[in-house]
């Protein structure tokens, strides 16, 4: 194995991307449904700390499951 492999590496900037464009999106979910409340436990609902922390935490669940 080497220490610079082409393939991890474009798989790892690929889940950056990803994990950023799903967390930005995320961030407006919860408006733009109305207000749902299921949805509260997967999108940010406020601008507290650990509000924005889910916009990372479930992109980057969703992103190790499918890659």
């Given amino acids: 194995m080497k220490l610079y ?3 991890l590496f474009k798989l790892e900037l690929t889940g950056i991307g990803v994990i950023f464009l799903l ?3 995320f961030h407006f979910v919860f408006e733009f ?3 749902q409340h299921l949805l509260g436990i997967f999108v ?3 601008e ?3 509000e ?3 916009m990372t935490f ?3 669940i969703l992103w190790s499951i499918f890659s």
């Fill in 48 to 50: 507290s700390v650990f």
């Fill in 23 to 25: 967390g930005a999106g």
């Fill in 58 to 60: 479930w992109p980057t």
């Fill in 44 to 46: 940010p609902v406020n």
């Fill in 33 to 35: 449904s109305g207000g």
């Fill in 5 to 7: 492999e082409p393939f």
């Fill in 52 to 54: 924005h922390l889910k």
